[in-house]
């Protein structure tokens, strides 16, 4: 693989973190304005029918549709609304500082997934700057954030919440770690990556009524000042899931899902900017390391 090709991959690597750290902020956002269950439905709604009518324009397929790909299509499935129900879960209740990071960890998910059940092989130099972004996200997630004084993001009291809300997000990214390289790897070959986005979301979303209903939860669409926020969650996080897609055509998982995950440095440079949070040394030093590994990985 050439210096040339993997660069474009990481570039639109890239893209997706910026996307990712986007849509973070208005899942956040929608999570408290109308719920997390309808954010969560009603955004997977608007993001696939987006990327539905997308796919008729700009999919390119180079792999046949098989028997084998409805399987892989029933695991990105299922891992995609495990990954978004307690996303929105952990977003809409938790301070942005403490969920992002856990989430972020899908990238380590992802890389462990790619290498055991995708049997993808990258170089010693990949793995080399994988490794050093891994570590990055790894001490931006432990590293702790002092509230600002103009914050309003709720520090959480119950110690047992607290440790519910970082499963949530623990569990967050093990739905993204299995969901995304099947993705890339699998789904979007056969059907283009906006196509693969589309049916994905449809079928999480079919997967969730009964979930819901079972549970009594509302899915009403939410109020008409509450549209921009969850038209807005399901534009970036569909847009993030197409340029990973596209990625994955220049650069293995092992490169991708590690620069992707770099949404989570973004979204915390919200928090410290918008939100007035400040993050300590170790958190600062993660994300120099992963500035680093991106530079390893494009060279």
């Not at 040339?4 to 956002?29: D, E, M, P, Q, R």
């Not at 500082?97 to 092989?121: K, T």
């Not at 847009?239 to 979204?267: E, K």
Request: charged share 10%; hydrophobic share 55%; with cysteine.
């Amino acid at each position: 693989m050439s210096a040339g090709v993997l660069l474009v991959g990481v570039s639109l690597a890239l893209l997706t973190s910026v996307c990712w750290a986007l849509g973070n902020v208005f899942i956040h956002k929608s999570g408290k304005a109308v719920g997390a269950p309808r954010a969560m439905l009603w955004a997977l709604l608007a993001g696939g029918a987006l990327a539905g009518v997308l796919s008729l324009a700009f999919d390119t397929r180079t792999r046949p549709v098989t028997v084998e790909l409805v399987g892989w299509i029933a695991v990105a499935g299922g891992a995609g609304l495990v990954a978004y129900v307690c996303l929105f879960l952990a977003f809409e209740r938790a301070p942005l500082s403490i969920a992002v990071p856990l989430v972020s960890c899908w990238s380590v998910v992802a890389c462990a997934f790619s290498l055991v059940v995708l049997g993808e092989r990258p170089s010693t130099r990949q793995l080399v700057g994988a490794g050093v972004v891994i570590a990055g996200v790894i001490l931006v997630s432990i590293g702790p954030v002092r509230q600002g004084r103009g914050s309003r993001q709720a520090d959480p009291s119950p110690a047992a919440g607290r440790r519910n809300l970082q499963w949530a997000a623990l569990g967050s990214a093990l739905g993204f770690g299995v969901m995304v390289p099947v993705m890339t790897a699998r789904v979007a070959p056969a059907l283009g990556a906006f196509g693969g986005t589309a049916l994905v979301y449809v079928l999480g979303v079919i997967l969730a009524l009964p979930l819901a209903a079972a549970r009594h939860v509302s899915l009403r669409p939410p109020p008409r000042a509450s549209w921009a926020l969850v038209l807005g969650t399901g534009c970036f996080e569909t847009l993030g899931f197409v340029s990973i897609a596209v990625a994955q055509r220049f650069a293995p998982t092992t490169v991708v899902a590690p620069v992707s995950s770099l949404a989570a440095a973004l979204t915390i440079v919200y928090a410290w900017v918008v939100l007035r949070e400040r993050p300590e040394l170790v958190a600062t030093v993660g994300a120099v390391l992963a500035c680093v590994g991106i530079v390893v990985l494009s060279s």
